[in-house]
């Protein structure tokens, strides 16, 4: 239906701004001068965009992107609360581009316009500028693709194909591993240990080094995921959907006793946040932690990498790192094979030089 709206100008100009919103369609909009010819064309507009559309047939004309988008961020709300926050933000930029659009008027060409605008958007300042990569915006285009697969095959709306299975992803980065040298990784712990940072940050840094644990899975853990007798905590809620028990031992099976001691009676989770229900705020207190240890270039997710590459160095398989990870196949271990192939020419070298002179 159609709004108008008269406006005034500092000088005293009138003019009447007038806007055509129907379900389905992205807003339509007109300044006039005069308040007949804001009629006129709010009449016209609205006609023309009604004709032949009176009654949809199918869910890609009666639903929009807006639609797709909501539902899809109510069940993530509702069964996996940890990737609620996340998806939001990549859900709602499409929701805000694209909303008003029916999916039937979604086509591989417009998601391609808009992720080249994607890519094209300063989202630092104006005197640093900084745009996104590729594989941000691949996370984007994800996002969006698992909604339109959720309302095929799950919600059996009747939508021809996703368009975004027909726009092209940008090239991944090659996954460079960042990890911490002996030196890095005593001076983290000790400063997350120190009287500045919060009690709760050297128990979930050393449980993320040792068992590979990624953020949400740790701060998902609850007591009764915690094993003390056999030394193991389970993750419940995982990114590949699969539970997954990984051993805890030496510094961080103590130090996790440690902590149970002084638990929370409040709530069951071992990471709590300040308000429950909401998710603890562990990055204030990380990067503080990372500046007093003057370790740069560092995120939370590289001690994931660092548990991985000490694993490797420590002889692990590939089969037994991606266990211990969570990940279904062995692709994404391949990073760490290199330092498995260092570790063990360093032994054969060792013994070459004591049984094998030369």
């Given amino acids: 239906m159609a709004n108008i709206q008269q406006r005034i100008s500092?000088?005293?100009?009138v003019s009447y701004r007038v806007q055509v919103r129907l379900r389905g369609y992205p807003t339509q909009t007109a300044t006039f001068k005069r308040k007949t010819d804001a009629k006129n064309w709010a009449q016209k507009t609205e006609a023309a965009i009604r004709d032949g559309r009176h009654f949809p047939s199918s869910e890609s004309k009666r639903r929009?992107?807006?639609?797709?988008?909501?539902?899809?961020?109510?069940?993530?709300?509702?069964?996996?609360?940890?990737?609620?926050?996340?998806?939001?933000?990549?859900?709602?930029?499409?929701?805000?581009?694209l909303g008003d659009y029916s999916l039937a008027r979604i086509t591989p060409a417009l998601i391609a316009e808009r992720r080249d605008k994607l890519l094209a958007e300063n989202i630092g300042t104006p005197d640093v500028p900084r745009k996104r990569t590729a594989p941000t915006a691949n996370r984007y285009l994800a996002a969006l693709s698992k909604a339109y697969t959720q309302a095929m095959r799950e919600w059996h709306w009747r939508l021809h194909e996703s368009p975004v299975?027909?726009?092209?992803?940008?090239?991944?980065?090659?996954?460079?591993?960042?990890?911490?040298?002996?030196?890095?990784?005593?001076?983290?712990?000790?400063?997350?240990?120190?009287?500045?940072?919060?009690?709760?940050?050297?128990?979930?840094v050393l449980l993320a080094l040792t068992?590979?644990?990624?953020?949400?899975?740790?701060?998902?853990?609850?007591?009764?995921?915690?094993?003390?007798?056999?030394?193991?905590?389970?993750?419940?809620k995982t990114k590949n959907g699969e539970r997954r028990t990984v051993p805890v031992v030496g510094a961080a099976l103590r130090v996790l006793k440690e902590w149970a001691k002084v638990r929370r009676i409040d709530t069951d989770l071992i990471f709590p946040g300040d308000?429950?229900?909401?998710?603890?705020?562990?990055?204030?207190?990380?990067?503080?932690?990372?500046?007093r240890a003057k370790v740069d270039n560092f995120r939370f997710h590289d001690l994931r990498h660092s548990a991985a590459s000490y694993l490797a160095m420590s002889g692990a398989t590939a089969p037994e790192i991606a266990a211990v990870?969570?990940?279904?196949?062995?692709a994404m271990v391949k990073r760490y094979a290199h330092l498995g192939e260092q570790h063990t020419a360093g032994v054969v070298t060792r013994m070459a030089e004591k049984f094998l002179p030369s």
């Fill in 211 to 236: 068992t590979g644990g990624r953020r949400g899975e740790l701060l998902g853990l609850t007591w009764t995921d915690f094993d003390q007798a056999r030394g193991t905590v389970t993750f419940q």
């Fill in 10 to 13: 500092n000088a005293g100009e």
């Fill in 165 to 204: 299975r027909r726009v092209s992803r940008g090239e991944e980065s090659r996954g460079v591993v960042r990890w911490l040298s002996d030196d890095e990784r005593e001076r983290l712990l000790r400063a997350c240990a120190d009287a500045q940072a919060p009690r709760w940050l050297h128990p979930l």
């Fill in 64 to 97: 929009t992107l807006g639609d797709l988008v909501d539902k899809r961020l109510k069940e993530i709300e509702e069964k996996k609360p940890h990737a609620y926050k996340k998806q939001k933000q990549l859900l709602s930029w499409w929701k805000d581009e």
């Fill in 275 to 291: 308000v429950l229900g909401i998710l603890l705020e562990i990055y204030p207190a990380w990067y503080a932690a990372l500046e």
């Fill in 325 to 330: 990870l969570g990940h279904k196949t062995l």
